[in-house]
């Protein structure tokens, strides 16, 4: 069945540091998203990409979808303590199908 | 507010006890989800409904989860006979399924077993 595979699983930088985790499947994808959860809270939406090759960019956050649609990155530029969290990119293989998440990336920024 | 709320925010019972958790999503959603969290890990999916349609079951769920959305519209999940590997944070989030299935959660019900 579909599977997603997110790297690396944990992510400890500095203060101004870059970061980024990287969202990877065996087929060919539908859309992507991707979603954030703070310490203590729930995932929030960010974006979902479904273009080949698209990139959007949300401040200091860039996404790409890969051009083959199997893979996808989120970039943080100059990480903030806010950053702290776990980012899931979640797939959708498309006919209708409930989303596939990935295992996460748990950032964390020291001051 | 027009949020995903679930009920109640944290549950403390015995081994053994049945528990009953409720979801009201966004209104519009016609897709609701089901999904366990313990810490560190992502959200594990339990089961999702299309309006009143029990589309898929985990099958890593045993027969002591149950869930229903009778109307289409809440949901509640039943955990009868409860174990101590039962407790965690449940989280429902709705959906539009013609919109890409973007899910918006609520705050998630944490389930302690003692």
């Known amino acids: 069945g579909q599977q997603v595979m997110q790297i690396p699983q944990y992510q400890h930088v500095q203060e101004g540091e870059d970061f980024t985790t990287y969202c990877n499947s065996s087929?060919?994808?539908?859309?992507i998203q991707w979603y954030k959860q703070r310490p203590g809270g729930h995932p929030v939406f960010l974006i979902q990409?479904?273009?080949s090759g698209e990139v959007k960019k949300q401040k200091r956050l860039t996404f790409q979808f890969g051009e083959a649609k199997k893979n996808s990155s989120l970039h943080i530029t100059a990480t903030q303590t806010t950053d702290v969290g776990t980012y899931f990119c979640?797939?959708?293989?498309?006919?209708?199908?409930?989303?596939?998440w990935g295992l996460g990336t748990s950032l964390a920024v020291n001051p | 507010d027009t949020g995903v709320s679930q009920n109640p925010r944290h549950k403390i019972t015995k081994r053994g006890q049945n528990v009953t958790f409720r979801c009201d999503p966004i209104?519009?959603?016609?897709?609701l989800y089901w999904y366990r969290q313990t810490l560190g890990q992502g959200p594990e999916f339990l089961t999702y409904?299309?309006?009143?349609?029990?589309?898929?079951k985990s099958r890593l769920l045993s027969d002591r989860f149950s869930a229903e959305r009778p109307k289409g519209s809440f949901s509640t999940l039943e955990i009868q006979r409860t174990e101590q590997g039962d407790s965690a944070m449940y989280l429902c989030?709705?959906?539009?399924?013609?919109?890409?299935?973007?899910?918006?959660f609520g705050a998630g019900t944490r389930l302690s077993v003692l």
């Open positions: 989030a709705s959906s539009l399924a013609e919109a890409l299935d973007i899910q918006y």
């Open positions: 209104s519009e959603h016609n897709r």
């Open positions: 409904f299309q309006n009143e349609a029990q589309l898929e």
């Open positions: 087929t060919t994808l539908s859309n």
């Open positions: 990409l479904v273009k």
């Open positions: 979640a797939v959708n293989a498309g006919n209708n199908r409930k989303l596939i």
